[in-house]
């Protein structure tokens, strides 16, 4: 009886090690998921993996009423490649879709950079 209690233990311990691992085990790109603030302290979006393996992000909190409203898409298509996220498109309320792209950087902040045409601009994002 008491041999069959200890594998019992062991393999439960096992099982949920390896449950843990899996949970936890996320590719490369999947480090920009989750929620972002802006330096100004004022929105925070959400980025999510879509089924086309591309990443998104939704407005998910705004301090004022201007500007997209909460659950807006304002980035999408983004692909991880090389340590970075490129292709996809920003939405800005003046210009409408730009294009964009984005790095989460040593320090961990998300740089998110939208250009048009020869002007780009550049924000650095942190977790909340």
């Known amino acids: 009886m008491k041999q069959i209690l200890k594998n019992t233990k062991w393999t439960t ?50 301090k004022t009423s201007d500007g997209p409203v909460v659950g807006t898409t304002i980035v999408k298509k983004l692909i991880f490649k090389d340590g970075k996220y490129s292709g996809g498109q920003l939405f800005t309320p003046k210009s409408g879709w730009i294009n964009g792209k984005a790095l989460v950087n040593d320090k961990g902040e998300l740089e998110l950079t939208g250009s048009k045409s020869f002007f780009s601009k550049t924000q650095i994002w942190t977790r909340p």
Do not use: H, R
């Not at 099982?15 to 603030?37: N, R």
């Not at 999510?48 to 939704?58: E, M």
């Open 13 to 62: 311990f096992i099982c949920c090690l390896f449950i843990s691992i899996a949970m936890y085990a996320q590719t490369p790109g999947d480090k920009i998921c989750g929620e972002w603030v802006n330096e100004q302290m004022d929105k925070k979006i959400t980025f999510d993996k879509v089924g086309d393996g591309s990443y998104t992000a939704k407005l998910s909190w705004k």
